[in-house]
């Protein structure tokens, strides 16, 4: 029977996620698929706290014709389980199109598909989720009570501030926009995750002209829906290199998404892993899909032949000072290959300029992250200090470094979300965790 619409609650939770990305996601999926044949008292209550007001992936960059880089067989369910009713195949069983998508002959949906199948599965959990809920802290209790709580969780909400008490924790905060030293956001800089968003609230573009600032696949991918999107006006596209370099896509060097790889990553030595790290990093940094370049290049090809020439590259640019104003942003450009700087006003300037992990240093109170000990992960994802297990407390997102680059991309998100019950699992048979009909109902 669903749960949604009401939160499950008891003396303590078996485990509360933090966040409600696709990682999160993922593990719940696991949870339910372990309830709905568990016994009663084997069931696992797990509760979710996401600060947005809803379920959402990527909403700036859901753009017309992008598609997924990674196949469909890689969603939250199929490679821990392909009988699971949270695969992509079921979703587009119970959607209807089925038929149509094996017929359009593709392993990469277009990313407004799969971020809709993100939000049929997000819909479709029993695990309690609260949103709208900005957790604030997580404390580490002196002793477990008598039902086994090792942490106690602070949030805020509409009504307030909550606490919560668990035997086990995972964060999974995501990412948080990275923008240049000199970059001050506003409604005409900002950063491509919030490309649509700012976009809508934009209005006439009087200068026609923008600006699209990285060398990777979302950088391309905006100068692209720019181009298309203002018929009358000239898109800048500037990056550090030379051009855009394409993605490695090819077979040998995608088992580095591989879930086994994780292992290989994990137990290989410090100078091994950092320098696999490095030699892969094409397969998802500063690159783009070649299909793309080549159609970019196509285009500012045809305008040289035929003009007007609204798509331009800036190879080798920086930007050295930018000064935002009501009606247009004002940007000093220096060409580093030729020695010369610039000035150009532009509609809107776009940082496509990547993401930094949110890491978990600033929940925690009480385990003692923020004194001197140094933070590392077990390869069950679990935090260390100084080498010595946080015990129940998970950690998803901030790992590449010690389990390769499929850390905070989808890749493995469906079989890390298996290992992760699997550890919640072992560590509430060890507490001997009081059945789940002693829960009582709560309004969410």
């Not at 783009?288 to 020439?309: C, F, K, M, S």
């Amino acid at each position: 029977m669903s749960r949604r619409g009401s939160l499950l609650r008891h003396d303590v939770f078996d485990v509360v996620g933090v966040g409600m990305g696709p990682s999160n996601l993922a593990f719940a999926t696991a949870v339910d698929e372990h309830n709905e044949t568990a016994a009663e008292g084997d069931r696992i209550e797990a509760l979710f706290l996401e600060q947005k007001d809803s379920f959402g992936w990527h909403p700036g960059m859901l753009l017309e014709g992008s598609t997924m880089q990674i196949s469909y067989l890689k969603d939250l369910a199929t490679l821990r389980n392909p009988r699971s009713r949270f695969t992509f195949v079921n979703y587009l069983q119970q959607a209807g199109r089925l038929i149509d998508f094996i017929n359009h002959q593709t392993f990469f949906p277009s990313r407004i598909e799969f971020a809709d199948y993100l939000q049929w599965v997000a819909a479709s959990i029993n695990s309690a989720v609260k949103y709208q809920r900005t957790v604030i802290g997580i404390e580490a209790l002196a002793e477990q009570d008598r039902n086994g709580a090792r942490y106690r969780i602070s949030a805020t909400g509409p009504e307030g501030t909550e606490e919560y008490l668990t035997r086990s924790v995972i964060v999974a905060t995501g990412l948080a926009e990275k923008l240049p030293s000199w970059a001050t956001a506003g409604p005409r800089l900002f950063h491509n995750h919030r490309l649509l968003e700012h976009l809508d609230k934009l209005g006439e573009a009087t200068e026609n002209r923008f600006l699209v600032l990285g060398s990777g696949q979302s950088a391309a991918e905006v100068v692209q829906h720019l181009h298309r999107s203002y018929p009358e006006a000239v898109v800048e596209s500037a990056f550090n290199s030379f051009g855009f370099s394409p993605a490695d896509d090819s077979p040998f060097a995608n088992r580095v998404f591989d879930p086994s790889a994780v292992d290989d990553f994990f137990y290989a030595p410090d100078d091994v892993r950092a320098e696999l790290i490095n030699r892969h990093r094409s397969t998802n940094y500063s690159c783009v899909d070649l299909e793309l370049i080549n159609e970019l290049y196509a285009i500012e090809y045809r305008e040289r032949v035929q003009g007007p020439r609204r798509l331009i590259f800036r190879p080798g640019t920086e930007v050295l000072e930018a000064v935002e104003s009501d009606a247009a942003v004002s940007v000093t450009l220096h060409d580093r290959i030729k020695g010369q700087a610039e000035n150009q006003r532009y509609d809107a300037v776009v940082c496509a300029t990547g993401f930094n992990s949110q890491g978990v240093s600033g929940l925690l109170r009480g385990v003692g992250i923020l004194g001197n000990q140094t933070p590392s992960f077990g390869r069950d994802y679990e935090l260390l200090l100084d080498g010595v297990p946080v015990t129940g407390l998970f950690v998803q997102g901030p790992t590449e470094s010690t389990h390769g680059l499929t850390s905070t991309l989808l890749s493995n998100v469906a079989v890390r979300g298996g290992e992760l019950l699997n550890s919640v699992l072992a560590l509430r048979e060890q507490h001997g965790a009081p059945a789940a009909s002693s829960l009582v109902e709560q309004g969410a």
